[in-house]
Each structure stands twice: as structure tokens, then as C-alpha cells.
């Protein structure tokens, strides 16, 4: 998925000359010797081992965090700006009449021969892409929290992960995260997450840190963890389910619903939403 996402996003790139796409390794800090002998046997594994390399790192912030263990380096990692991205998509598609915003219910939308309408508006198919507010069978909605912080004088060129990520953004800013609540989903950031992700960070870095921000989001996960792409009509669509993976998703899965919908191709078992009827 890594291969595909990279150059879907950086394809948009190109086109809408900016980035959003930030390629980074990720450095996973063992806690203990036991982690540290896993990462040994992963790295003999054939299927992964291209992705992964021993440490040390030439990360010159890295080499200031508590490790005891030692650390292993994920290589091809990154993160998308996606707050940037759907900016550049909305104000594009906005400007050449593409996207056209406002509340569709249920009534709003009307079967047509070989397709549906909404207003004035029709096509062969309608998606469902309602996220978390979804209640499509399988989907379960996951809460998550995270803190953006300053580190002054860190300088991590790298992500790091140990208990919890650690990801530079820039400017001694770094994103951290994150929880998984699956129980009052909608309550937003809560006391108990963030002392729990305070607690993992002082653990990880042992320095000072600034909170600037607490946020909470409702990932739409579904129960074993595969997207929920494919028709559920003559005339209709889900894509949905992507959870806390979902820009390392969102390429691939639109495609495969894009084949299934445009070039009839069958649709992957894993993701079918009738795995869950």
C-alpha cells in the first residue's frame, strides 16, 4: 500500500503544485530485550526484511532519547498533511463546479432508470462515504486522541515509536499519538488519554515539553480491521471502513471501487461488505 499511496499523493502533488506528502522513516524504540529480539526475527523474515534495518541511526535527535535497547528503523514510513489536502481538493473542485457541498438525507436521493438523482443532479451510482456517522453492518466507530507538542531542541528527522508515535512537523512541533477507545466514542478528548499520552512521552524523550493542543477523532474502523468497499444495490455504493489507516488506504481502496462500479471487476472477499451479512 506504501508504493501506491506514495505516488497517488505525489502525483496530486505535481498537479497542484504543493506538498502534502511527507516521506520519513520511522524509528521503533525497544522497551525491552524481548522487543529487541522480535525485531531480529522480523528482520529474517523474507517478506518484511526489505522494509526494515537495524540501528544505530544517523538521527543526531534520535540518539538523545532513552534507549536501552536499541531501536529498529521502519524505512519507507510517511504522513499526509491532511488538512492541506483536502483544502487544495476543496478549493480545486469547488472552482471548476466538481464539488458541491450541502446536507443529502435519505428522501434527497431518487431511483432513476440505470441510475439515482439528487436535485438536479444524476448518476449511475450514489457512494456512501458517511464515516464514522455510518450504520453499516460491521463498522465500529474507534475514538482517538492525540497531542500536538513543542520539544524545543529535539530536531528528530525521524518518527519515533515507543508506547506511542512521536512525529516532527516541523519548528520543534511534533504530533503524538495515539489512543483507541472503543466505548463513548463521541465524548472528545477526555483527562484519562491525556494523561495517558503525557505519561508515555515524558517516558520516551525524558526532556521538557509544551502541550499546544488535545484532540480527539472517531476513526470508522470496521471489525476485522478491512476497509468496507462495494455495492450494497443495483445503483449503490459503501466505501468506508478505512480506520486509523486510512491515507495509507484511501488510493488503493478507490480504485478497487472504482473498478467494481466502471469495469465490473469482482470485488476482493476482504473488503466485500457481504462478509459481514
Known amino acids: 500500500m506504501i508504493a501506491i499511496a506514495g505516488a497517488f499523493y505525489r502525483e496530486l502533488e505535481m498537479r497542484y503544485d504543493t506538498t502534502f506528502w511527507h516521506p520519513i522513516p520511522l524509528a521503533a524504540i525497544f522497551p525491552t530485550a524481548q522487543e529487541a529480539g522480535i525485531w531480529q526475527l522480523r528482520l529474517k523474515d523474507p517478506e518484511i526484511a526489505p522494509l526494515l534495518e537495524q540501528g544505530p541511526s544517523s538521527d543526531q535527535g534520535l540518539e538523545q532519547l532513552p534507549q536501552p535497547y536499541g531501536h529498529g528503523v521502519i524505512k519507507r514510513c510517511g504522513w499526509l498533511d491532511v488538512q492541506a489536502f483536502q483544502r487544495m481538493h476543496r478549493e480545486r473542485w469547488s472552482a471548476s463546479g466538481d464539488l458541491l457541498e450541502r446536507h443529502v438525507s435519505k428522501s434527497d436521493i431518487t431511483a432513476i432508470p440505470g441510475g439515482v438523482r439528487i ?4 448518476a449511475p451510482f450514489v457512494v456512501y462515504c458517511e464515516g464514522p456517522f455510518s450504520q453499516i453492518t460491521g463498522l465500529v466507530p474507534v475514538r482517538g486522541e492525540g497531542l500536538t507538542v513543542r520539544i524545543q531542541g529535539l530536531r528528530l528527522g525521524c518518527a519515533v515509536h515507543r508506547g506511542v508515535f512521536t512525529l516532527p512537523i516541523g519548528y520543534d512541533v511534533y504530533k503524538v499519538g495515539s489512543t483507541f477507545a472503543w466505548d463513548n466514542v463521541w465524548s472528545g478528548p477526555t483527562p484519562e488519554a491525556f494523561r495517558y499520552l503525557t505519561d508515555r512521552l ?5 526532556r521538557p515539553f509544551e502541550v499546544l493542543d488535545h484532540w480527539a477523532g472517531v476513526r470508522p474502523a470496521s471489525r476485522d480491521r478491512r476497509p468496507i468497499l462495494g455495492r450494497i444495490g443495483a445503483h449503490e455504493a ?10 495509507l488506504l484511501a488510493p488503493w481502496s478507490a480504485q478497487h471501487l472504482c ?3 466502471f469495469s465490473n471487476t ?3 472477499p476482504e473488503v466485500d461488505p457481504k462478509r459481514f451479512s
Open 119 to 122: 436535485g438536479e443532479h444524476s
Open 202 to 206: 515524558e517516558r520516551a524523550v525524558e
Open 238 to 247: 459503501v466505501f468506508n471502513g478505512l480506520g486509523s489507516r486510512g491515507v
Open 259 to 261: 473498478d467494481q462500479l
Open 266 to 268: 469482482a470485488v476482493d
